[in-house]
Every structure is written in structure tokens, then in C-alpha cells.
């Protein structure tokens, strides 16, 4: 079965590398593009690989005109929830590639995606970021100490990244972790212990010289365990993911968090 798709952010580094990807299967059909520089050229020009006949547009608004089976937001986080409750309402499913959105955000979009029967799906598209949380999951389970920490070059906008965030909501799911002492009980500033989500502690570090790096470190008497994941240069580790999720995000209702879930049969 074929799946229409719109992407949105069709030019930019993880876009293009995954309009690129979508336009080489057979399956999956791109029907529309959103970059607002290259609007009015042709997608496939614009990516330097020749007229594909699919028209680059300004707004997601305007792509969603045209009938689609799922909407791929790679903007910003300023914009990416108000594109995809727009895609939700015409019934298109939202892979929200984009990070920085808040557990409150991804639980207005679930409510949304239930009720249309769609899905939503977000989470790092690398197979090997998949991993990494897939690992550090089982892990939490036999270790009862465990923290994260999130490395990214010094302008980041987001802290911490989305698979930062992601790890650690599902890391505090599995379990809380065990804290030796309150931080509420230290002399110093609190903040040094770095920022508590579900529970569970993460440190960002935001310096040139970084790419991407995320760490899931456990700890037991006389020692400790390290799960990380590092992103380099390329944007082609994301196309893999984008495919897939595309090719399964049909059979999904509501939201799906982490590339993980579907490859080892979660959702």
C-alpha cells in the first residue's frame, strides 16, 4: 500500500536527506513539500536531483490542501505542535520530527490523534539512537541508579534534546531512580544536580566542539555501566527511521513515542 506524504522543512539538513529517502522508495509518494525559500520551485530541483513535478510550497496549511496520509514536520519547535494539531484535524497522521516539545505538548497531541484515529509518532529516527533507549530500558530494570547526561553543540535551542527528554520520561517509567541524597539537602546550588524529568536527573552541556551525544550512566557499588549514542555530521542516519515509521504509522492510533516501540514490537 502506498502512503502520501507531506513534508514539511523539505530544504534543511534532516529534511532534505529524508525528502531524498522518500523520493528513492517505491512505496511511499511525496505529494508536497513546505520550505519557504524554495517555494515555487520544483522539489527535486531544489534538492539538486532534477524535477520530481511536486511543487515546494510556503505553509504547511497550504500542503495540507492537498489529500495526504501523513505529515512530516522537520521545522522548529516554535511551529511543529501547531502544525501537526492542523494535520491531525484533517485526519493526516504527524511524524513529529522536530525536538524541544514538552510532555504536555505530546499529551494535547494524543488526545487529538485518538480521537481522529490517527497516529502520532516522535522520538530520535536513528536505528542506533533506538537502541541506545531500547538498552538503557533493560538496564533500568537491574540498576536501580541511573542518570542521564545530553551533549550538543553551544546554540542548540532545546534543553535538552528530545532524546534526552525521551529517555529519560521512559527511563523514570520503568522505575524511579534510587537518590542517595535529596538535592533539596545539599549546600549549593540546587541547579548543580542538573534538572529532574519523571524523576529521573538529566545534565546538559551545551559547548562548540559537541555534536550530539546522549548517555544513559548507571551506578552500583564498585561500578558503574555507560549506554550512549552519538550523532555525527550526516543527516542520513534519520532517513531509516522516517521510512519506517511511514511505512507503519497506518496501524497506529495516538501517540508513539521512540523508534524503539516499533522495532521491537512495543507498537
Known amino acids: 500500500m502506498t502512503v502520501r506524504i507531506i513534508v514539511a522543512g523539505a530544504t534543511g539538513w534532516t529534511g532534505a536527506a529524508v ?28 534538492l539538486g536531483r532534477g524535477a520530481v513535478g511536486v511543487a515546494v510550497v510556503a505553509s504547511v496549511d497550504e500542503a495540507l490542501e492537498t489529500p495526504a496520509d501523513l505529515l512530516i514536520d522537520l521545522t522548529t519547535t516554535s511551529m511543529v505542535k501547531e502544525h501537526a ?4 484535524a484533517k485526519g493526516v497522521a504527524v511524524l513529529v520530527g522536530t525536538s524541544g516539545l514538552s510532555a504536555q505538548d505530546f499529551a494535547d497531541l ?23 533507549q531500547h538498552f538503557a530500558l533493560e538496564a533500568a530494570k537491574h540498576v536501580p541508579e541511573f542518570e542521564v547526561l545530553d551533549y550538543s553543540w553551544a546554540d ?21 531512580p534510587l537518590i542517595a ?5 545539599l549546600h549549593g546550588p540546587v541547579e548543580g544536580r542538573g ?9 546538559s552541556l551545551r559547548m562548540s566542539g559537541f555534536t550530539l551525544r546522549c548517555e544513559a550512566l548507571f551506578g552500583m557499588a564498585g561500578e558503574r555501566l555507560s549506554i550512549a549514542h552519538e ?15 511511514a511505512r507503519r504509522i497506518g496501524s497506529m492510533t495516538g501517540l508513539v513515542h521512540g523508534l524503539d516501540r516499533l522495532l521491537f514490537g512495543d507498537g
Open 231 to 245: 550523532a555525527g555530521q550526516s543527516a542520513d542516519p534519520y532517513v531509516y527511521g522516517s521510512v519506517l515509521v
Open 156 to 176: 542548540k535551542e532545546d534543553v535538552p534534546s528530545g532524546t534526552a527528554r525521551g529517555l529519560a520520561e521512559n527511563l523514570g517509567s520503568v522505575r524511579q
Open 19 to 46: 525528502t531524498n529517502g522518500i523520493l528513492d522508495t517505491e512505496d511511499l509518494i511525496l505529494v508536497a513539500a513546505v520550505a519557504r525559500r524554495a517555494a515555487g520551485d520544483d522539489i527535486g530541483t531544489a
Open 181 to 185: 541524597r535529596d538535592p533539596a539537602t
Open 195 to 203: 534538572a529532574e524529568i519523571n524523576g529521573v536527573r538529566v545534565h
Open 85 to 88: 494539531l492542523s494535520a491531525i
Open 110 to 132: 494524543d488526545v487529538a490523534a485518538t480521537a481522529q484515529g490517527v497516529g502520532v509518532f516522535t522520538g530520535n529516527l536513528s536505528l542506533t539512537a533506538a537502541l541506545m
